[in-house]
């Protein structure tokens, strides 16, 4: 939880807004499925100002490396990606170009301990506006390009477990199921 002090000193008001953290659904939530249509708001935008800090604490919270609204059952086209030193807001996201496709290791916040080997691309051109208004374009490398495109995934209705053949995904889930077993069983023990 994060508490924010706003000043209005034309009339000499502030205000504390508490914010917290969103809740994670998981991968049957109906948002997941559908195309978050394009922001078409003003900026400044308070309200998504508010969102991405709210996404920024959701992702930290939960260790990721990404996390798009519709993940936390909130229909913007809004996403955040990165660590405590480097994060973007990417609203609106869009690729321009990209590489060649390479195979690596994804999860999801969604999909908990689920992981991946998914192709994408080594490199990606991108445009996104910020929480700011201001429009960016840039070019994204390695994992930071994974993680664009795996939100931006989100935010068009696509998994990335519909990225991969079904018998790598049936036996990724079973892998992962003994993960969580054995973590239960852990913790039912004390260890």
Known sequence: MSEILTIDTSAGIQQVDRIDPL???GEEHPLLKQKIPEYAGGFPSPALVK????????????SGLGLSANQCGVSERI?????????????NPKVLECGSDEKGKEGCLSFPG????VDRPEWIEVEFTDENGTVNQTRLEGISARCFLHELDHLNGTKYTELVKPLALKMARQKANKIVKKI?????NGK
């Open 114 to 117: 689920l992981f991946l080997n």
């Open 23 to 25: 809740p994670v659904f």
């Open 79 to 91: 996403f955040v990606m990165g660590t405590e030193e480097f994060q973007l807001v990417c609203i």
């Open 184 to 188: 239960i069983r852990g913790q039912k």
């Open 51 to 62: 969102l991405s800090k709210r996404l920024k604490m959701t992702m930290k919270l939960y």
